[in-house]
């Protein structure tokens, strides 16, 4: 595991139109350490580096600080959805956030944390995390743990009434997705939250087999036990239970000929005949 990071957004979850501005900014030969960036993108220091954060955490950014393949392919001159307006980008936002693993706490919670607790407080977020900080001997800072477990549920969690600060009142990024619930529950002190497996019929195919061919480590035959369970999984990202992912799986047969699933006494899996390219299977989307 890398080291665990669960800093650096200065508080801020992502906004609608920050990465598009951060594309932008960064194409147009700037960079997020210019003194100057902030009369650039018009918006205070703080806010600038969570912008250069989310661009990191959403692969975004390479590891040499420039625009990444992903980053063009969405927002560049001939972008595919420039302003996010496709349910699908908001997911391979969420695919990158959670494979990406820079932002600690969405890997975390969506590969470890919800197979022990499918419902769950901040303090139960919290108890886990200093488990694995200690696990990977990187310092706990509860504080810090507290503010970016405040951050991710408001990524996922639309925010409630009206706040005198406007910034406050926009929503988080991916709170269309509909992941991460919060339970009313009038007898307890602390708010409760879940996010269940369920068969994710808002997740377009193209999305999940996207995913599965980006898996480097993955062959021309891949177990449907490891697509669901393995770390870094189309089921464990998606929280996409068994009876959804069959059914994403058997209509990306019909529409692809060279992928083939197979049920024989229970042992399932999936074949390609011959290997997609997975920006070509974005790019059938996209163009439907």
Known sequence: MNRLN??????????L???????????????????????????????????????TAFNLIDSRKEVSEFAGYVFGTVGKDPYIEDPATLWLLHYYLIKNNFASIYSLIFNEFRKERVEFTKEHIA????????????????????????????????????????????????????????????EEKSNWYRIISSERENIPGAVILFAILDNASYGESISFNTLLFDYNSVGNIFAINSNGLTKKIRKLQDRYKSIVYYNDSGVREIQFKEKLDKWAVLDDYYRD
């Open 6 to 15: 669960f800093s650096g957004h200065e508080s801020f979850y992502c906004r």
């Open 17 to 55: 139109l920050w990465l598009k501005k951060g594309y932008d900014y960064l194409r147009s030969g700037n960079k997020f350490s210019q003194p100057d960036g902030v009369v650039h993108l018009g918006v205070g220091k703080n806010m600038l580096s969570a912008i250069q954060y989310w661009m």
């Open 127 to 186: 108890r886990f995390i200093k488990i694995k900080c200690a696990e990977n001997k990187t310092s706990f800072n509860e504080n810090t743990v507290k503010k970016d477990t405040s951050v991710f549920l408001r990524t996922y969690l639309k925010p409630k009434g009206i706040s005198s600060d406007i910034e406050d009142n926009f929503s988080g990024l991916l709170v269309e997705s509909d992941l991460v619930e919060e339970i009313i529950r009038t």
